[in-house]
């Protein structure tokens, strides 16, 4: 995977972008049939995504990034996990749509978070 970010190097901007990139990496191992790459970029992502959010949490990057990933990870994980990324998700979501009501991909999250519920 990649290599362990320092503590030093370690800030939301670095690690929102992490995330980013390794849902991206996961969509590209769905395309190529890789389920087991597509779980473990998905889960890598939501570990950066939820520090980035712990060190920013005002910052809708950090958001935005987290529920992309906490949407996608619900398919990995048990019932119980799932029940409780569902409840993180929504309360992030909320909040990163009171910051920014016209971010087109947290609407298309939010739907997709009504769908599945």
């Not at 939820?50 to 920013?56: H, P």
């Not at 990933?69 to 119980?80: E, L, M, N, Q, Y």
């Amino acid at each position: 995977m990649f290599r362990e970010i320092s503590k030093k190097e370690k800030n939301s901007e670095t690690l929102w972008r992490l995330a980013k990139i390794e849902l991206i990496l996961s969509y590209i191992s769905i395309n190529k049939k890789d389920k087991e790459n597509d779980k473990k970029y998905v889960l890598e992502a939501l570990k950066h995504s939820k520090e980035a959010v712990d060190l920013s949490p005002e910052s809708i990057d950090c958001l935005k990034w987290y529920c992309a990933a906490a949407g996608r990870a619900t398919s990995f994980v048990d019932t119980k996990e799932r029940i409780r990324l569902g409840h993180q998700l929504k309360e992030s979501l909320e909040k990163a749509l009171s910051l920014s009501p016209k971010d087109h991909l947290l609407h298309h999250i939010h739907g997709r978070w009504c769908f599945e519920v």
